[in-house]
């Protein structure tokens, strides 16, 4: 994709369907319906590069932006308790999708209430039930006592066990994408994630809803799976949530303003746009760390695939 002309590369699509679009490297909008609660700043020595909790520390949500798993939400009965489940977000799963999860974990929350600790069903069904009454069918489970769907494209599916018993045992993975590193796309539920939580996500995984990403974000492994059109042939409505496109815009003319008031020119002014258009959107408070780059692609090689 590096021959695309420039404009081309930073044009936006709507990306059909949106659990291939890919995390676009902006974090954001996953953290959104959680951005009132009490945010923490974590030790440089740490992983973790963002922590959020619930007002009674009994929920975090934690970014670790060159991690494989780059969002981690937890529960527990009390502060100090230990985790009753744990969800995982991998680099390549839509926050946008994502964000449907902690937006329900977010109108569970109340003081001294429990809804975001419920028991799962004992009916595998209910985690899913949105992707079966899309159509997704049941395929050939790959090791018994388990169950498969897949998408209508196959491009998509879901993966649970049923033998699961202890709290950090794998239950259910949504995934999507070709595997690889770069391409598929996984979140991940522990044993005793409550199934109204997964169901949520679920929903939202099967969303016909496009997602918007630029050219350069879409992996060319995927692009061939996609359907793209051009942003501009539609406008859509304003949602309230920054789109990657509003971030590069913001620091563009910002770095415009700062160009045209220290050297006034248009070669230093347009100089200063292409750097700034050179750096793909990050998360507002976390950005990632390329000197790990290469330990987290190890990382994530070394990690069994389903």
């Known amino acids: 994709m590096s021959d695309q002309p420039e404009d081309e590369r930073w044009r936006e699509y709507q990306v059909t369907p949106r ?5 676009g490297g902006f974090g954001d909008p996953a953290f959104a319906p959680v951005d009132h609660w009490p945010r923490h700043d974590p030790a440089d020595d740490t992983i973790c590069q963002l922590l959020i909790t619930s007002p009674d520390g009994r929920l975090t949500l934690g970014w670790f932006g060159d991690d494989y798993d780059p969002v981690k939400v ?154 793209l059109e051009p942003v501009n042939a539609r406008p859509q409505p304003r949602t309230g949530t920054p789109t990657p496109l509003d971030a590069k815009h913001a620091a563009v003319a910002a770095a415009l303003q700062r160009a045209a008031h220290s050297q006034p020119g248009a070669r230093r002014a347009e100089a200063a746009r292409i750097r700034t258009t050179q750096i793909p959107p990050r998360p507002s408070a976390t950005p990632a760390s390329s000197a790990r780059a290469d330990t987290a692609a190890t990382r994530a090689a070394a990690r069994p695939r389903r």
Do not use: C
């Not at 659990?19 to 995390?23: I, N, P, R």
């Not at 926050?95 to 977010?106: D, M």
């Open 74 to 227: 937890t529960a527990a009965e009390d502060a100090v308790g230990p985790v009753r489940w744990t969800a995982r977000f991998n680099q390549n799963f839509p926050p946008e999708i994502t964000a449907s999860f902690t937006s329900a974990l977010a109108r569970d929350w109340e003081p001294d209430g429990e809804h975001f600790l419920a028991q799962p069903s004992i009916d595998w069904a209910d985690s899913v039930t949105p992707l079966l009454d899309a159509g997704w069918e049941r395929q050939r489970a790959s090791e018994p006592g388990t169950v498969e769907l897949r998408a209508p494209d196959q491009q998509a599916g879901a993966w649970i066990d049923t033998r699961s018993y202890g709290r950090e045992d794998e239950s259910v993975v949504l995934w999507a994408g070709p595997k690889g590193y770069l391409t598929r796309a996984e979140a991940t539920f522990s044993s005793d994630t409550p199934s109204h939580l997964i169901a949520a996500t679920a929903a939202a995984l099967n969303d016909p809803t496009p997602l918007v990403r630029e050219r350069h974000m879409i992996h060319r492994d995927v692009e061939h799976l996609i359907r």
């Open 19 to 23: 659990y291939l679009a890919g995390s």
